[in-house]
């Protein structure tokens, strides 16, 4: 009997083992799966933020490839651009080049005219200086003196007799050109009187050949005029001929503009 009670006794302390090993190993296997089921929230967390990570890289992967197509086009607005721009850029150096060769050739211009103005302004003087010694000549002052006193005393000839108040100039032929002759000269200053006037249709500033033996020798224009008789200047001789070998009464022709 005593040994019945010892069975039961070592049977009840391995019982009690076996329920103490039970409940640890319980515990032990709940502890495992809390840990697990920690690391699978962890793995599953993971594996979220990389989805939302591989959303946002494809975002950004999407972002990129429109900014590539975007730069993309940019890149061909520029170069066509760049190309009108280098069209442009040549047609303006070709311009420019244009330009340059105007502005040398009106530089030379300008230089011929400075050139030609500075002739003409010593010629101008010296023609200014000449113009007072002309109209200071004997001649002049002769002519003068005759159209002053056409002007006092009324409309008269010096060659020929006094015609009426009423004069009136003869009817035009419808020819430009008037024959005449020089009455007097003076050789130094290359002045003439001439027998034509205003009644002849004479004009200031008319041109006149001068002939001698029926040919031209020399050219003149008319300075003043009188009545019927007018002064001219002889500002051309042909062959080298000089004013002195004008004959007086030599006939003249007057291009009536």
């Given at each position: 009997m005593n040994?019945?009670?010892?069975?039961?006794?070592?049977?009840?302390?391995?019982?009690?083992?076996?329920?103490?090993?039970?409940?640890?190993?319980?515990?032990?296997?709940?502890?495992?799966?809390?840990?697990?089921?920690?690391?699978?929230?962890?793995?599953?967390?993971?594996?979220?933020?990389?989805?939302d990570k591989m959303g946002s890289f494809e975002e950004a992967a999407s972002?990129?490839?429109?900014?590539?197509?975007?730069?993309?086009?940019?890149?061909k607005?520029?170069?066509e651009e760049s190309a009108r721009i280098k069209e442009k850029d040549e047609i303006l150096r070709s311009e420019y080049e244009q330009l340059i060769k105007k502005y040398n050739s009106f530089s030379?211009?300008?230089?011929?005219?400075?050139?030609?103005?500075?002739?003409?302004?010593?010629?101008?003087?010296?023609?200014?200086?000449y113009a007072d010694n002309i109209e200071k000549a004997p001649l002049v002052q002769e002519v003068k003196g005759l159209i002053k006193k056409e002007q006092n005393d009324g409309i008269k000839n010096v060659s020929q007799d006094t015609p009426p108040q009423n004069v009136q100039p003869p009817p035009s032929t419808g020819q430009s050109d008037i024959l005449g002759k020089i009455i007097s000269i003076d050789y130094k200053n290359?002045?003439?009187?001439?027998?034509?006037?205003?009644?002849?249709?004479?004009?200031?500033?008319?041109?006149?050949?001068?002939?001698?033996?029926?040919?031209?020798f020399a050219r003149g224009e008319v300075i003043k005029t009188g009545y019927n008789t007018s002064a001219i200047f002889i500002n051309e001789l042909k062959h080298k001929n000089t004013v002195a070998d004008i004959p007086e009464r030599s006939a003249v022709?007057?291009?009536?503009s």
């Open positions: 040994k019945n009670i010892l069975n039961i006794i070592i049977l009840a302390v391995c019982c009690a083992l076996l329920i103490i090993s039970v409940f640890f190993s319980f515990e032990r296997v709940k502890t495992m799966e809390f840990n697990f089921n920690r690391k699978r929230a962890a793995l599953v967390k993971e594996n979220l933020d990389l989805k972002r990129n490839q429109a900014e590539k197509v975007k730069v993309a086009d940019e890149a607005i520029i170069e030379e211009e300008n230089k011929s005219l400075a050139q030609q103005i500075t002739v003409l302004k010593n010629k101008h003087s010296a023609l200014g200086g290359n002045l003439a009187v001439i027998d034509l006037g205003r009644r002849d249709r004479v004009k200031e500033s008319d041109s006149c050949i001068i002939l001698k033996d029926g040919l031209e022709i007057i291009q009536s």
